[in-house]
């Protein structure tokens, strides 16, 4: 065996196999279900079914579509499928494990969406609060009249193309510590809406930064020890963080997945990004910068489906959750295809799925009419990903 070779097993024993990789936690409690091991017949659906969806994404990292990949579906709390196929470092020779630790990208602006939702329900934030309130960069007539809902359903005007204006504040004496998220975000309110805030929907990254500084502002907390200690902590959430350095991440570097970007002229995929490189922001930003887990983020997804609660913690109320995952503004308006969303930190479909993915290749779609939660995680962003027909099969292995 090579150092580039792995067993292959077949899917149906590799699901099985897989139902061993999380901890057994408490039984489900009347104050939010909680996330546990079992098998598909246990949840209601078909293990074989399951196993073609795997199988998707076994024969993808053969054709060399995909580097590697973590798989996990849960309905009513049950963890049917985790799995990990492929590679964490291929030119380590390292495989994907249930528990490798990936970039999420943009799927981090759902959790952002819940600090802010958290100072809202603690009367510190409200969503309908101008941002000029807190920063008086923003209090002008281009950006004077955005507002906070705004920025968390992508309605804001903000037509800004980048994550932050390059380049970044220079350490002056008035400001020894820039860059920092507070004041690279200010600079957006010098730019402003392009277009009347609340009318039309365009994805902005400085929008969800801004409102990380906001969490800042609004706790006296840096984003990052306030996320921790509001959702992570409470959740269990303990593999979830926001830098991509050994000591503060508790010493887990090691377990991230390399990012492959591109091909290189062999065909192969090039690695763009490894474990111990320079972040690629040189502070904590909110419109992406997490890093985190499937089991971390299926649990802070149940807490969703659950209403706000996950194990008798109360993250926030039932009617938030509900207000984050539905409709604000259509992000298709020109499209004779199904109509699509976005909630506050939530992109919402036609049929009430809610769902977000990471330009590092994660993705995670939660269906409350099935209590069902599906999540893959690639670092292969550029590849040929099997993910509709991967929900499709889940869909299909629903029985009864």
């Known amino acids: 065996m090579t150092p580039l070779t792995r067993p292959r097993a077949t899917a149906a024993a590799l699901l ?30 078909s293990a074989g079914v399951l196993a073609g969806g795997v199988a998707l994404y076994e024969e993808a990292i053969e054709r060399g579509d995909l580097v590697g990949a973590v798989l996990l579906v849960a309905k009513d709390g049950k963890v049917v499928l985790h799995e990990a196929l492929g590679w964490r470092d291929k030119v380590r020779g390292i495989p994907m494990e249930p528990n490798t630790m990936f970039r999420m990208a943009s799927n981090t602006k759902p959790v952002v ?16 609060d101008l941002v000029r309130e807190y920063m008086a960069s923003w209090d002008n007539y281009r950006a004077g009249f955005i507002n ?7 309605s804001s005007g903000l037509r800004i193309p980048t994550l932050f204006l390059r380049p970044y504040m220079e350490p002056s004496a008035e400001h020894p510590d820039a860059p920092t998220l507070q004041l690279e975000a200010a600079r957006f309110g010098t730019v402003g809406a392009e277009h009347t805030p609340g009318t039309t929907y365009s994805y902005n990254n400085p929008g969800f930064n801004t409102l990380g500084a906001l969490i800042e502002i609004a706790s006296g907390m840096p984003m990052e020890e306030y996320l921790d200690r509001e ?20 010493g887990k570097l090691d377990r ?21 490189d320079a972040p690629q922001v040189p502070f904590v930003r909110a419109s992406g910068g997490m890093i985190s887990t499937a089991a971390d983020y299926a649990i802070f997804c149940q807490m969703f489906l659950n209403g706000g609660i996950y194990d008798g913690r109360r993250i926030i109320s039932e009617d938030t959750a509900l207000l984050m995952t539905t409709p604000k503004i259509r992000t298709n308006p020109n499209s004779a295809g199904p109509a699509s969303y976005y909630g506050y930190g939530w992109s919402v479909s036609e049929t009430g799925v809610f769902s977000h993915g990471g330009s590092d290749g994660t993705n995670a779609f939660v269906d409350r009419a099935n209590q069902l939660i599906v999540l893959v995680f690639t670092q292969t962003p550029g590849g040929r990903n099997p993910v509709g027909r991967f929900l499709n099969l889940v869909d299909l292995a629903i029985e009864g």
């Open 16 to 45: 099985l196999a897989s139902l061993a990789t999380l901890p057994a936690p408490p039984p489900a409690t009347a104050q939010g279900t909680v996330i546990i091991r079992a098998t598909p017949a246990e949840a209601g659906m």
């Open 231 to 250: 959702v992570y902590t409470p959740l269990g959430m303990h593999d979830s963080y926001h830098h991509e350095i050994d000591e503060k991440m508790d």
């Open 113 to 128: 969406a819940t600090g802010v939702a958290t100072l809202v329900e603690d009367g510190k934030l409200a969503y309908n």
């Open 256 to 276: 991230m997945s390399v990012v492959y970007y591109q091909r290189g002229d062999d065909g192969g995929w090039i690695p763009g990004w490894t474990p111990g």
């Open 148 to 154: 906070i809902g705004h920025l968390l359903s992508h």
